[in-house]
């Protein structure tokens, strides 16, 4: 690594509590006994001019490399704006992988699927994950040509993926994360289904079925469906699509998996179909690519995108985020020719549609700020004219790139090229992830989120617990005069204030909780984000542990109806171990 001297201008940061443990952990460039070698100014620095440093290389550019580095430094080090984990693990570094998101493609061979694995560990290696459809294998008990056997199928397969995962650490800190997605019309599909039934089976897979409108229409009218043979594309089985359907949904309900992805809406929505079909996305479903397409994505933290005057109290601050998302642009583009790929093809790919994510984190914290009750027609209609701006002025951005660097390769047999709509520099633009790591060093709510609780304990690496109270609920019950540590206690206990009457209702309206809001608005709270996003929306629908099957199939069809690209329930206190948990929850 390139020592990089910190311009003296450039101001030391001091990052919260949290952050720098995560970043000490998982983050800071270490020496072979294991020491950080950076701290988070350098760090951020590191990030900032490497990123800056590949303006360079186009000729028409209108920023000062210098100037921008120190722009990308206090996007970030404000926290205003973070790139995905593996761009703030390994930009300026030999390593050099900076996407957070791949495909890879998994062909009906012996040979193919391990090629799959190989290059699964590579990417994990580098701190990506990894998304396959395994629709292409032929179903178990089928014959194999050369051999004169039987095949394994895709369930089968699948487990080699989940034991080689298992074994590789991400940049030595964690550990890879998987999407594995089969079509509906797959022979094995019963199996793939039930797959995770058994705590603990498949763990370092997220798994999502792959629905379709014509199975979607056999549902509504219960008809039978095809099962098809990928490998002779001949019908094998038939079986009642409604029955299925009750299948999936019982699953969701016991385990909140699988989820569903709805493949036909996805590939509607690629913008190169000239370049293939889309059949999966990365692990945790935000992002649909191509075969050997990687995505780097970023966030921008909403909670701080507001403005106070005594006029108008707090609103959107939108010159900020104006100019926010159009360094951002600039900066995830730039991301794309920084990385090293751990393969050929990748480069190629990503090379060629440019994809960038670009999304947000904060939502709930701006909520709170601006007294908008998350579960209130209100916040949905924020939450389109908010996306509506990032999407419209992160194209905008992409735009202005394109002139001075080009559209991007594969435009002109686009979607935008057919319309004569660009040219464009990224043939996406928007993504909304979960900012799961990203959120903790911006202490703010994750991804469009409702928190999980008003107070709780976090239980963090290798064991330690942190108590932690939500910084605007805190000021609210300060200057309401109702803070104690009494209540707190109650608070960290339950996690919501929904049932303490005591406290103002219009307390109780605003600082509400995954677990008090219904299924229906985080369902439309997706559905808006999703409206103005070019790719997908991460978003979990946490419904009570009292919420039956019936709930839950009313929550896949409103996603099916309502647009979304796919949906992912949880029913609280459906899995043995939550990452997040209140103290007193099952
Ligand atoms: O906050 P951070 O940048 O670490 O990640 P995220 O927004 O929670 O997740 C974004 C994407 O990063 C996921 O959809 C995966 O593609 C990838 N990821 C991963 O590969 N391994 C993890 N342990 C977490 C995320």
């Known amino acids: 690594m390139v020592e990089q001297q910190i311009p003296a201008d450039i101001e030391a940061l001091a990052v919260n509590e949290n952050a720098e443990i995560v970043l000490a952990r998982r983050y800071y460039r270490k020496d072979i006994d294991g020491n950080p070698t950076e701290d988070a100014t350098q760090l951020f620095w590191r990030v900032a001019s490497a990123i800056a440093a590949e303006e360079s290389k186009y000729e028409k550019t209108t920023a000062s490399t210098e100037i921008l580095a120190k722009d990308f430094y206090s996007m970030m080090a404000n926290m205003e704006f973070l790139p995905n984990s593996p761009t703030l693990m390994n930009a300026g570094t030999p390593l050099g992988q900076l996407a957070a998101c791949f495909v890879l493609p998994v062909g ?16 994990h290696k580098s701190g990506g994950g990894t ?16 051999t004169g056997g039987v095949a394994s199928g895709p369930v089968s397969f699948l487990r080699i993926f989940n034991t080689a995962t298992e074994q590789i650490k991400q940049g030595g800190t964690r550990r890879g994360a998987n999407m594995g997605i089969l079509r509906i019309d797959h022979p094995d599909i019963m199996e793939f289904i039930r797959a995770k039934e058994r705590e603990g089976e498949f ?34 089985n038939t079986l009642n699509a409604r029955e299925v359907f009750e299948i999936l949904v019982q699953k969701a309900w016991e385990k909140g998996d ?6 036909d809406r996805i590939n509607r929505d690629n913008p190169t179909p000239a370049l293939g079909e889309i059949e999966s996305t990365n692990p945790c479903g935000e992002q649909p690519l191509l075969p050997y397409e990687a995505c780097n994505l970023g966030s921008i933290n909403l909670s701080i995108m507001l403005a106070e005057d005594e006029k108008n109290g707090i609103s959107v601050d939108w010159d900020r985020l104006r100019n926010v998302v159009h360094l ?17 093809r990748i480069t190629e790919m990503v090379t060629t549609n440019r994809k960038i994510g670009l999304g947000i984190m904060g939502w709930a914290d701006m909520l709170f700020q601006l007294n908008i009750p998350y579960n209130s027609q209100e916040a949905l209609n924020l939450a389109e004219k908010v996306m509506e701006f990032i999407q419209a002025e992160g194209r905008a951005a992409s735009k202005q790139l394109a002139k001075e660097r080009g559209a991007f390769p594969a435009y002109k047999d686009s979607i935008f090229g057919e319309r004569d709509l660009g040219p464009y520099r990224n043939a996406t633009v928007t993504t909304i992830a979960p900012t799961g790591t990203l959120s903790i060093l911006a202490g703010c709510s994750s991804g469009i989120e409702p928190l999980f609780a008003l107070s709780f304990a976090r239980h963090v690496m290798d064991g330690d617990k942190l108590v932690e109270t939500n910084p605007f609920f805190k000021t609210a019950l300060e200057e309401r005069g109702c803070y104690s540590e009494k209540l707190m ?7 919501t204030i929904a049932d303490i009457d005591y406290l103002p209702e219009e307390l109780r309206k605003v600082y509400v909780t995954a677990m008090d809001i ?8 997706q559905a808006a984000f999703q409206k103005y996003t070019d790719n997908a929306v991460s978003k979990t629908v946490n419904v009570p542990h009292e919420a039956t099957v019936d709930d839950i199939r009313t929550i896949y069809w409103m996603a099916y109806e309502q647009g979304c690209k796919g949906v992912t329930v949880y029913r609280d206190g459906s899995l043995q171990s939550q990452v997040l948990c209140t103290e007193g929850s099952k």
């Open 328 to 344: 951002s642009v600039r900066f995830l583009d730039n991301v794309i020719d920084a990385s090293r790929y751990p393969l050929d």
């Open 518 to 525: 219904e299924a229906e608005y985080h369902l439309k709270m």
């Open 258 to 263: 699988p989820g569903i992805v709805f493949l």
């Open 489 to 495: 206690d109650a608070i960290t206990e339950k996690g």
């Open 203 to 236: 763990n370092n897979f997220n798994f999502s079925v792959a629905l379709t409108e014509d199975f979607m229409k056999a549902v509504e009218n219960s008809e039978d469906y095809d099962l098809v043979d990928p490998h002779n594309l001949e019908v094998v």
């Open 108 to 123: 009906d061979s012996i040979e193919e699927i391990f090629d799959a694995v190989k290059h699964a560990a590579m990417i």
């Open 131 to 146: 998304g396959f459809s395994f629709s292409r294998l032929r179903q178990k008990d089928s014959r194999v040509g050369s």
